[in-house]
């Protein structure tokens, strides 16, 4: 079974920064595309920021120049460098791995969420 573990959220002022680290364990043979998706309180789940396995990278508008997602592949391990932070950051962070191959077969796994609080 494929878990998904973040850690590295927690209440930062605004200007400052954090990183996320997301390290996905079990019997995994590769993973495809690996994110960061975030939903604040009333609002729906977005999309942060996604890096292939070859190291292509998507951001949305909100977060590009402030935002850097990275990942290593061999421990499968997914990151997310967050500078400048502004209140309007703060929600739930979940990671995500799509195209996760293992002895069961090709699926998607989210992770359980860390809060980022960010203080004006």
């Known amino acids: 079974q494929v878990q998904l573990v973040e850690s590295g959220g927690g209440l930062v002022q605004a200007g400052g920064s954090l990183r996320l680290s997301c390290a996905a364990s079990g019997s995994i043979f590769s993973i495809g595309a690996m994110g960061w998706y975030r939903q604040a309180p009333g609002k729906q789940r977005e999309l942060v920021a996604t890096?292939?396995?070859?190291?292509?990278?998507n951001y949305a508008d909100s977060v590009k120049g402030r935002f850097t997602i990275s990942r290593d592949n061999a421990k499968n391990t997914v990151y997310l460098q967050m500078n400048s932070l502004k209140p309007e950051d703060t929600a739930v962070y979940y990671c995500?791995?799509?195209?996760?191959?293992?002895?069961?077969?090709?699926?998607?796994?989210w992770g359980q969420g860390t809060q980022v609080t960010v203080s004006s």
């Open positions: 995500n791995a799509d195209w996760v191959y293992t002895s069961r077969g090709v699926d998607n796994y």
């Open positions: 890096i292939t396995s070859g190291g292509s990278t």
